[in-house]
């Protein structure tokens, strides 16, 4: 096997819906919702996506669609866990098998078919050629040509980085996270933040949704989604809820499915392939074991500060735009 | 209002009035309440899609509880409900285990590898087959807690990521090492003669198909109800199950617990497996165990009992009935079998934000002061401590 810029190019393909969905998730950690229907939420996705698709003729209609529907679908854990104080983990389990059930309910009933729906006129999306790049030797053929979620999945991390870290709404929302009394005694609406974090966490999947069901393949069938939404969940962890960690979390298992993939042309067997990224993310975890994983705050410290002053001096970075605010 | 009103029946001292105010407590448990509003959904779903909800519902009735669908019923109560029992466990402690498909999977690997080349007599290779998914499956579940306890990684990525290799493992070695040749099905060779466990007799009333794993199921449910209402290990396991950090401060000894929790759970998760194996059709068949999601519907039938242990069971029962009843109504009416698995993640969907019971020191103690929704403060008696349904409150702040 050979590193090559074709196993660079499946590495970032496969990277894509797990990155979006990792993003959606580390928003609602730093929102302090501890969202694992990410799973779920991309399943929708993938079907809306096919879905929109097939009744609209066009792929992006069928982005469109996945948005929406699987924004609606975290719109029910957004009710559940931040108005009415059900435990996120057992709605968002009830939503993860809700959407297996509700997805295979519907490819009966509106395609008619059972497993997989595939159509030679299912709309994907078109993978696009930047233009220039794609003559370049090795960075062309391993960056250029993918479907433009790719691009769009790029650009979310570093729009994400960049709210979170320098735009109010980032701040107000890790203050939300972080100190819900502070931030609601400062005026700011913590359950209109969790919303909005939950919220887009659901857009994110949708396009992560659309993503696996339009760009990676163009088809839907039953369970597609095959525990990448917990991948994402590990990413999020592994990344400590950071957009440029959770990248480099997701990029670990992009490479991992995409040599995985290779190996499996070579004679390894499909089974150690489709385990490798799950037991690669066991690793990574078990390497990445800090103490400050044990009491599950995975977003207390954003850079590093001396140990001493780190814990007295966290609200601060959140009071001083939430003060401003009002 | 009935809250009001049960205090004076089951303060007289006719057993009818008493009766009558448990029968009341009932009918507006949050469960009973959960049931009735996934059904009306679930008839709302039916009707968008064009079916007809009273006969789709009826369907699955008759094909769960007519003659012939009760021995299919009690047949796939084995593998729900000790998946359901297996899942309770440590989620009667707030710990979720979202492994059972790997612990499951190994169980049935190890009792098909032990029946198929165990140089003893039959009745002692099936008693060795059934350990061993016993050991298979709490091995991999302690594993699970001990990533958890040593390295930090919460038990419920823990022991789900474990699932997968787990998963992916069995289907190797179905399709390699332990296939039967010449057949182009991925399924192991049959078991020896009399390496099974017996079934009930066809006259016996049961039907035929039922083996007596679901006496070792239905005695492994005992044993959690015994020693969850009457040993020290049982109060713990409450005891961190209401309140995990006054548990810890009483003393409970949360690595420990978690690792026998995960054990217990996981042994009886493999040793849901080997019962399969041991039954018709004596085979390890890959995607067998995993396809039809008996470690999903088991996770909810827990959770709709709160995980109390005989709750847990008529719950398993339950979705058994359902989902059974699921594959009748398919045939009947056309209605898609998947309508099952939506109700009955509507049930535990409506159960979880009516009572809030979930919500007691999970991650929202610390909700803002802002004033709770209206509906949230009429609901608030039914989570009452009075009412039974709502008695465990499994806080699943245990992650």
């Known amino acids: 096997m050979t590193f090559d810029a074709e196993l660079v190019f499946s590495a970032l393909r496969a990277l894509t819906p797990v990155l979006f969905a990792a993003l959606g998730g580390a928003l609602c950690e730093r929102a302090g919702v501890f969202n694992v229907s990410l799973e779920g939420t991309m399943l929708t996705g993938c079907f809306a996506a096919v879905a929109g698709s097939w009744y609209t003729g066009s792929a992006w209609g069928g982005v469109l669609a996945a948005v929406l529907a699987a924004t609606l679908f975290s719109a029910i854990l957004a009710v559940g866990a931040v108005s009415l104080g059900a435990d996120a983990v057992v709605v968002c389990i009830a939503l993860n098998l809700l959407a297996v059930g509700l997805t295979g309910f519907l490819l009966r009933t509106v395609f008619g078919t059972q497993g997989t729906f595939s159509d030679p006129d299912l709309k994907g999306l078109e ?77 994110l999947c949708g396009l992560a949704g659309a993503q696996l069901a339009l760009g990676n393949v163009t088809l839907f069938s039953e369970n597609m989604t095959a525990g990448r939404g917990w991948i994402a969940v590990v990413a999020v962890m592994l990344g400590r809820a950071l957009p440029v960690g959770v990248l480099l979390a997701g990029l670990l298992f992009g490479l991992v499915e995409a040599i995985g993939f290779r190996l499996q042309g070579e004679g390894l067997p499909q089974q150690a392939a489709d385990a490798a990224p799950y037991v690669m993310t066991l690793v990574a975890l078990f390497l990445a074991t800090r103490p400050a994983f044990r009491d599950r705050r995975l977003v207390r410290r954003r850079r590093p500060a001396p140990p001493a002053t780190d814990a007295p001096s966290h609200p601060d970075p959140a009071a001083t735009p939430l003060e401003t605010a009002r | 209002m009935t809250d009001l009103t049960d205090p004076t029946r089951d303060g007289g001292r006719s057993p009818l009035a008493a009766a009558a105010g448990i029968a009341r407590r009932a009918v507006v448990s949050p469960v009973t309440v959960s049931i009735a509003a996934a059904l009306l959904l679930g008839a709302v779903i039916l009707a968008a899609t064009g079916a007809a909800p009273l006969t789709a519902y009826q369907a699955i009735l008759d094909s769960a509880f007519g003659s012939d669908g009760i021995s299919d019923t009690l047949t796939k109560s084995i593998p729900i409900v000790g998946m359901a029992v297996a899942l309770a466990i440590p989620l009667r402690a707030g710990l979720v285990n979202l492994g059972g498909d790997g612990q499951l999977v190994l169980g049935a690997l190890a009792a098909a590898a032990v029946g198929l080349y165990s140089p003893f007599p039959a009745p002692v290779t099936v008693v060795c087959a059934l350990l061993a998914g016993v050991v298979a499956g709490a ?19 823990s022991s789900l990521l474990l699932s997968y290799p787990a998963v992916s493992f069995v289907s190797y070695m179905v399709r390699f090492p332990l296939l039967q040749k010449g057949s182009g099905i991925p399924q192991s060779e049959r078991l020896p003669d009399g390496v099974r466990l017996p079934e009930f007799a066809a006259d016996g009333g049961l039907g035929t198909g039922v083996s007596i794993g679901i006496l070792l199921i239905a005695a492994a449910a005992a044993v959690f109800a015994f020693v969850e209402a009457r040993t020290a290990a049982g109060f713990e396991l409450r005891m961190t199950g209401r309140g995990p950090r006054f548990a810890a401060y009483a ?61 847990t069971v008529l719950a398993g029962f339950f979705f058994a ?79």
Do not use: N
């Open chain 2, 139 to 157: 091995l991999w579940a302690a594993l699970a807690a001990v990533l958890e306890t040593v390295c930090g990684v919460p038990l419920l990525v």
């Open chain 2, 251 to 311: 003393g409970v000894d949360r690595p420990r617990l978690t690792l026998r929790l995960m054990s217990a759970s996981g042994g009886l998760a493999g040793l849901v497996g080997a019962i399969v194996v041991l039954g018709f059709p004596y085979r390890l068949t890959d995607g067998a165990l995993t396809t039809p999601g008996y470690t999903w519907t088991g996770l909810l039938a827990a959770l709709l009992a709160a995980a109390s242990p005989i709750g």
């Open chain 1, 127 to 203: 993978p696009v050629d930047i233009p220039g790049l794609a003559s370049v030797p090795f960075v062309g053929p391993a960056l250029s040509g993918h479907s433009p979620l790719v691009y769009l999945s790029w650009v979310a991390v570093a729009v994400t980085a960049v709210l979170l870290s320098r735009h109010p709404w980032g701040l107000r929302l890790r203050g939300v996270g972080e100190a819900p009394e502070a931030a609601q005694s400062l005026g700011v609406s913590v359950t209109r933040y969790r919303y909005a974090a939950v919220l887009t966490s659901g857009a």
């Open chain 2, 321 to 399: 009935a359902l989902t059974v009843g699921g594959f009748g109504m398919e045939q009947e009416t056309a209605v898609p079998q998947q309508l099952t698995q939506v109700l009955q993640a509507l049930i535990i969907l409506f159960l979880a934000v009516r009572t809030g019971v979930f919500a007691k020191g999970g991650r929202f103690r610390r909700r803002p002061a802002a004033p709770p929704p209206p509906t949230a403060t009429a609901e608030d008696p039914a989570g009452d401590p009075a009412d039974p349904a709502a008695d465990p409150a499994p806080a699943l702040g245990g992650r």
